[in-house]
């Protein structure tokens, strides 16, 4: 799961990204714009390249919702690279809206990364692709971060081991 947000508030999505895996394998990824409660703060944009016209006509979280709530289970593992950001964006964005937050698992790939390549110069998610020679096309693009965050943990898995992830494995509720 990657968010894209518009400001610095938790809320403020917009571009959210799924890259689901099943069996070790990605079988499917669910990218969209969203058009966020909130002005757009210029840093942001010249972080992820959206902007507010590019949002304009998307569709509001609440819209985007019930097409991926059923991915958001208590036995379901969602990853992030950098979870508590994306884990306190769905978070706050279902709260700002008046929407039930789910229970499910997660897992932050900044963690596992800073265990299992200790010597990095930093755990970024550009310097750790590069570390594990995953393609990164266009970082802070939301469904490109998503996929490469998967490939984190794929590759992590087949290196360590499941017993060595798991772990890291904490409930969201």
Same mark, same amino acid.
């Given at each position: 799961?990657?968010?894209?947000?518009?400001? $610095?508030?938790?809320?403020?999505?917009?571009?959210?990204? %799924?890259? !689901?895996?099943?069996?070790?394998?990605?079988? =499917?990824?669910?990218?969209?714009?969203?058009? #966020? +409660?909130?002005?757009?703060?210029?840093?942001?944009?010249?972080?992820? $390249? !959206?902007?507010?016209?590019?949002?304009? +006509?998307? #569709?509001?979280? @609440?819209?985007?919702? @019930?097409?991926?709530?059923?991915?958001?289970? #208590?036995?379901?593992?969602?990853?992030?690279?950098?979870?508590?950001?994306?884990? $306190?964006?769905?978070?706050?964005?279902?709260?700002?809206?008046?929407?039930?937050?789910?229970?499910?698992?997660?897992? +932050?790939?900044?963690?596992?990364?800073?265990?299992?390549?200790?010597?990095?110069?930093?755990?970024?998610?550009?310097?750790?692709? =590069?570390?594990?020679? !995953?393609?990164?096309?266009?970082?802070?693009?939301?469904? =490109? +971060?998503?996929?490469?965050?998967?490939?984190?943990? %794929?590759?992590?898995?087949?290196?360590?081991?499941?017993?060595?992830?798991?772990?890291?494995?904490? @409930?969201?509720?």
């Amino acid at each position: 799961m990657d968010f894209e947000t518009a400001s $610095g508030k938790r809320y403020s999505a917009c571009s959210l990204a %799924l890259t !689901i895996v099943r069996n070790s394998k990605v079988v =499917d990824e669910f990218y969209t714009l969203i058009k #966020p +409660d909130t002005e757009f703060f210029w840093r942001n944009v010249q972080i992820h $390249g !959206i902007h507010e016209a590019d949002v304009a +006509d998307a #569709p509001d979280f @609440p819209t985007v919702w @019930p097409h991926i709530a059923s991915l958001f289970t #208590p036995n379901q593992l969602v990853i992030a690279h950098n979870a508590q950001f994306d884990n $306190g964006v769905l978070k706050q964005t279902l709260n700002h809206f008046g929407l039930t937050a789910p229970s499910y698992l997660t897992l +932050d790939t900044v963690k596992t990364s800073r265990q299992f390549l200790p010597l990095l110069a930093n755990h970024k998610l550009n310097t750790v692709c =590069d570390a594990l020679g !995953i393609s990164l096309e266009h970082h802070h693009n939301a469904l =490109d +971060d998503s996929l490469a965050c998967a490939n984190i943990l %794929l590759s992590e898995t087949n290196t360590f081991g499941q017993a060595a992830i798991e772990p890291f494995i904490r @409930p969201v509720r």
